[in-house]
């Protein structure tokens, strides 16, 4: 649904409108994205290293297009879930979790399309696939009777949802033993709830700018967002450095390149940048694609 902003609208009844909980539309057509005024964020690579998903989103629209996959190469865009937002690939590539409607779903990279609901809570982002392909982590963002807020799992079949810790846009580490989140500090957390381990240590006016850290697959690094800078480190906490203007990082499968939003010429787009901070280029936001 595109709802245009008009300022008399009184914002309660707009907000009442993005509540609506209704079926994510994988088939609906999506226009393709207009270059003049729009956000491409949440970025996440595909494991065969050929494509990338992300949110598309008009600025002058309340609401999200949806979710696109393009090509590494930036010059092929198909549009995949409209209203969607945050996707992330399974390990094996054939399916991709994402939000809708303030809830976690899955759906399949095939021409079927199949969609399942996992959660039905109304307060649940940011899903990040287990790397055995069996579990979803996410944040819950409001506590209520049933749900704590702070990063939960459950199994890909919506069964045996669990809180885990606290913090934010959770990712996995390669081994599948712990998740590093962030929102206050980067943390990491073991799934089995024996450890913890704080990785960055912000001043007191610098809280809540640690955000969507992202583990790379070799298990040497984690990127995040710090006062939206992409930041890089080693999973101990040391060397940490910028790499570059932007946010919501997301690694290559193979650990040497990196994805991300960047706001520019009154836009963001995503670029994608070698790890040790060269060879910065831009795949969205071109006028054509084929």
């Known amino acids: 649904m595109n709802l245009v902003f008009k300022s008399q609208i009184p914002l309660l009844f707009i907000f009442s409108l993005m509540l609506i909980n209704c079926e994510p539309q994988p088939t609906a057509p999506i226009e393709k994205p207009d270059n003049r005024i729009f956000i491409d964020t949440d970025p996440a690579w595909s494991p065969d290293g050929k494509w990338i998903a992300y949110t598309h989103c008009r600025r002058d629209t309340i609401g999200w ?8 190469a930036g010059t092929t865009l198909e549009p995949y879930i409209k209203g969607g937002r945050y996707p992330d690939w399974s390990p094996d590539g054939s399916y991709i979790a994402f939000g809708y409607s303030r809830n976690i779903y899955t759906t399949t990279m095939d021409s079927s399309k ?3 609901q996992l959660t039905t809570n109304g307060n649940s982002f940011l ?6 392909g069996e579990w979803i982590a996410f944040n819950i963002s409001v506590n209520s009777v049933e749900d704590t807020s702070g990063t939960n799992i459950v199994r890909i079949d919506g069964t045996k949802k669990r809180y885990l810790c606290g913090g934010g846009a959770p990712d996995w580490s390669p081994d599948g033993t712990k998740i590093v989140t962030g929102w206050y500090e980067i943390v990491i957390h073991s799934i089995s709830g024996d450890y913890d381990k704080q990785l960055t240590n912000s001043s007191n006016n610098q809280k809540y700018n640690n ?14 967002e710090h006062n939206f800078e992409v930041w890089i480190m080693n999973t101990d906490g040391s060397n940490q450095k ?5 946010e919501n990082p997301h690694w290559s499968p193979d650990s040497e390149k990196i994805v991300f939003s960047r706001y520019v010429d009154d836009h963001n787009a995503l670029f994608i940048i070698d790890r040790d901070g060269t060879n910065i280029r831009k795949i969205t936001g071109h006028e054509t694609y084929s």
Do not use: C, E, Q
Request: hydrophobic share 35%; net charge neutral; aromatic share 14%.
């Open 114 to 116: 199949k969609i399942i």
């Open 211 to 224: 955000r969507h850290p992202a583990w790379s697959l070799n298990g040497r690094y984690i990127v995040w």
């Open 65 to 72: 297009d949806g979710i696109y996959i393009i090509d590494t």
């Open 242 to 246: 910028k790499l570059t203007d932007g």
């Open 127 to 132: 899903p990040s696939w287990s790397p055995d």
